[in-house]
């Protein structure tokens, strides 16, 4: 029965990309659904970006490990959509594709934009490649094939409703999978909590377990630099993920954006408590998994009836699913407006032949980078560490450019540079062993290269001459 409602999900979210697919007239349609999503369906998409793999799989297998602690991970997510919103104000009037398309504005440099989408397109698909894996792992503790099939059926599906429906596709169904993936996870935790007699009696058995003396408390027994080093990570780059932007960019206007920047901060804070819950639980229950990556499918799948538990299993699956699409969108966006269409194509943009021949180069790229991102995670597992790896240096070359150049008005280029090129430099050292004050080289390396920023511009920043 689990299986049967599994199939019967993705059947379902897939028929809708098909059918979004007639909303598709252009590019802008493609990749930002028309520059027309309302609060609503802005606010499930940006909230879907988030609550997938690494917010029900991730923070369910660090809560197996380390207890509530893990619950400071999705808390720095939604603090950085929050903080996004200070920067929001500095982008109105902006029809734009990309955050990297700010930096060339901001500094006027067509190679500050090609550096800064290279990197972000190689962390993209770096985690693109972890959702892969993710799914797949999470079918195959189903029975569906080993490994590699599973992830197979997955990115098949993900991929294939993506370039039919592209943005509109993918919020339409975020905003489906969202409702089902909270109603999942929340029943799911009550049930179990009900089953097993109560949290009181969980408690005990995750105890008896001998787990870390600060497994229970959030705050209490724990080291103030650990929360920090938990929380910066994901904040600095919600800052500046092309991911958060492009469904920023896709709101009707600056107010909308706001509203649902506010309203993913608070649905994220309520709904990530649930797989930290779950993960906990799994300890007490399952206390001698293999890989605790499976924590929460297992428990599901021995403590809840089969419907439900399908159900459950289909929200996890939806979760992942959101991610990846989101991800896809962004990568794709990245491609198609940030290297195609700024340094290869020469036509007319307002021509409607242009505007079809571009559609059909998104829905191009969207199979190519969603395929190669599949390869990557199951043919090529060497690769996938290093594109692990450029997920610190995007945020150490990107993070100083973007945000100084949206909050502060004397950020130059000559100090964006230097900026980017610092951030690379200092994680390369770090990488080699040197040590910046105990701090966690990714955290490092983007505070040190706004303070480098900084100097260099103070030194270079020129007052634009009074008007008359």
């Known amino acids: 029965m689990e299986i049967t409602i599994i199939i019967l999900y993705l059947a379902a979210i897939f028929g809708v ?37 690494g917010y029900v799989i991730g923070v369910g297998s660090e809560a197996y490990n380390v207890g509530v602690s893990s619950y400071w991970s999705p808390v720095a997510g939604a603090l950085g959509i929050l903080a996004v919103c200070l920067v929001l104000k500095r982008m109105e009037g902006m029809r734009v594709y990309t955050v990297t398309e700010i930096v060339e504005r901001r500094y006027n440099s067509s190679f500050l934009r090609l550096a800064t989408t290279v990197l972000s397109l190689l962390a993209l698909v770096g985690i693109l490649a972890s959702q892969v894996s993710s799914a797949g792992s999470v079918l195959a503790s189903l029975g569906i094939g080993d490994m590699t099939t599973s992830a197979i059926i997955v990115t098949a599906f993900f991929v294939g409703f993506t370039a039919f429906g592209g943005l509109w596709a993918v919020t339409v169904t975020d905003f489906i999978q969202i409702i089902v993936a909270s109603v999942g996870l929340i029943s ?48 600095i ?57 499976l924590a929460i499918p297992t428990v599901i799948r021995a403590m809840l009836p089969p419907a439900l538990s399908g159900f459950t299993l289909a929200a996890i699956i939806a979760a992942i699913v959101s991610t990846a699409d989101s991800i896809l969108t962004a990568a794709t966006s990245h491609v198609v407006n940030d290297i195609y269409v700024r340094y290869i194509c020469r036509d007319d943009m307002e021509d409607p032949a ?80 040197v040590s910046f004050f105990g701090i966690p080289v990714d955290i490092a390396s983007s505070l040190l290269s706004v303070l480098v920023l900084m100097i260099v511009s103070e030194f270079t920043y020129k007052p634009e001459p009074e008007k008359a």
């Open 188 to 235: 799911a935790t009550l049930v179990v909590i009900f089953e097993s007699g109560g949290w009181s009696s969980i408690v005990t058995k995750i105890e008896a377990t001998n787990v870390p003396s600060n497994y229970f408390n959030l705050l209490k027994g724990t080291e103030p630099s650990y929360v920090l080093w938990l929380i910066l990570p994901m904040f």
């Open 354 to 433: 242009v505007q079809k021949k571009l559609l059909r180069m998104s829905k191009l790229m969207t199979v190519v980078v969603g395929v190669g991102s599949a390869i990557i995670a199951l043919a090529i597992p060497s690769v996938l560490a290093i594109l692990n790896s450029s997920y610190t240096l995007f945020t150490a070359g990107v993070f100083s450019p973007v945000v100084c150049g949206l909050l502060w008005k004397k950020a130059t280029r000559a100090g964006a540079y230097a900026g980017l090129f610092s951030g690379l430099l200092f994680v390369v050292l770090g990488w080699s062993g």
């Open 17 to 53: 990309g098909i059918y979004c697919n007639k909303f598709n007239k252009n590019v802008d349609d493609y990749l930002l659904a028309g520059r027309n999503l309302g609060v609503g369906l802005a606010t499930g998409t940006l909230v879907a970006t988030y609550f997938g793999g």
């Open 237 to 293: 780059y919600t800052l500046i993920g092309q991911d958060v932007y492009q469904r920023l960019f896709a709101a009707k206007d600056t107010k909308t954006a706001f509203k649902a920047a506010v309203l993913s901060f608070i649905c994220l804070l309520i709904i990530c408590a649930f797989p930290v819950i779950l993960g906990m639980a799994a300890r007490g229950l399952e206390p001698n998994l293999a890989n605790p990556v």
